[in-house]
């Protein structure tokens, strides 16, 4: 089993899946009084939640790890506490399960998640951290199907179609060799999850980006209809170096379909400094006897 670094996937899709573990505090029966305030405790323990990832981001290398740990073994506490008094609810061991995968606690974090999933099997935050938990420790074959669960329950969520996207990227070997997938069909799921992603996140440029790569992953690609990626992609770029970026990737296509001349135009076009090794890699694909 090929071992596949997964570790993008939270640092992507935080902020979504935080307010939707808020969502799920919110959403949660309120059938009885003491059902209520189960509620507003996990309501509570989520926005601290929340706000405690959220400023160990910002912080970046500046993070007091101590503190940040401490604050997390509170947290714990408190899900201990309500989990105690609440020993069905479904919404609070899915918070749990959230917050320990964060932490790198993954056996205790798939505990919360599967005892989540029994308690309600419809909730998709619970089948995408499993996918994600799973998918980080190696398991992309387990990690699939949650998913697609995640995509079936909730399909304008564009976080779950690109991370079903960039599991069977990373781990195509490993899908072929279980004999559960065809070439084709792996290569169609993948391009249409990350197609998926871009369109229901346009705002997201990580989104579109991978969309227009994923041709590179594919068997039989669609050479002009990538080239279309990149040249759209270029307009949205907000830097010189994004847009020049996005016209070496034009160059390399336009290489590989022989436009050597329309490919060594854009070549000429690009004079970042940071682009000039990859621009030279290309530059001597276009003076190589075999292209």
């Not at 227009?212 to 990149?230: C, G, I, N, T, V």
């Not at 010189?240 to 290489?255: D, F, K, S």
């Amino acid at each position: 089993m090929q071992q596949h670094s997964f570790g993008q996937f939270w640092r992507l899709g935080f902020h979504s899946l935080a307010a939707a573990l808020l969502g799920i505090a919110l959403s949660a029966s309120s059938a009885a009084a003491a059902e209520s305030m189960s509620e507003r405790t996990l309501k509570r323990i989520v926005e601290q939640q929340k706000t405690l990832f959220a400023d160990a981001q910002e912080q970046g290398e500046k993070l007091d790890v101590e503190a940040f740990r401490t604050q997390i073994q509170s947290l714990a506490h408190d899900y201990e506490m309500l989990l105690r008094a609440n020993p069905d609810f479904a919404a609070a061991y899915a918070a749990y399960g959230y917050l320990l995968s964060k932490v790198d606690m993954r056996k205790e974090a798939v505990a919360m998640l599967l005892r989540a999933n029994q308690l309600d099997p419809d909730i998709p935050l619970v089948k995408n951290q499993l996918g994600n938990v799973l998918a980080e420790d190696g398991k992309p074959l387990q990690a699939a199907p949650y998913f697609l669960a995640a995509i079936k329950l909730e399909p304008n969520e564009p976080l779950y179609h690109y991370q079903l996207g960039l599991v069977l990227a990373e781990a195509r070997d490993d899908f072929l060799a279980s004999g559960e997938w065809s070439r084709a069909t792996l290569d169609e799921t993948m391009l249409h999850s990350f197609r998926r992603a871009a369109e229901l996140a346009p705002e997201r440029f990580e989104f579109s980006y991978r969309y227009a790569e994923a041709f590179y992953d594919l068997e039989k690609p669609d050479w002009d209809a990538a080239l279309k990626l990149w040249s759209a992609l270029e307009e949205k770029a907000e830097t010189a170096i994004e847009r020049q970026t996005m016209r070496l990737h034009a160059a390399n296509i336009l290489i590989k379909v022989g436009k050597r001349d329309h490919a060594r135009m854009l070549l000429r076009t690009v004079d970042e400094p940071d682009l000039q090794g990859q621009k030279q890699r290309l530059v001597e694909q276009l003076e190589s006897p075999a292209n």
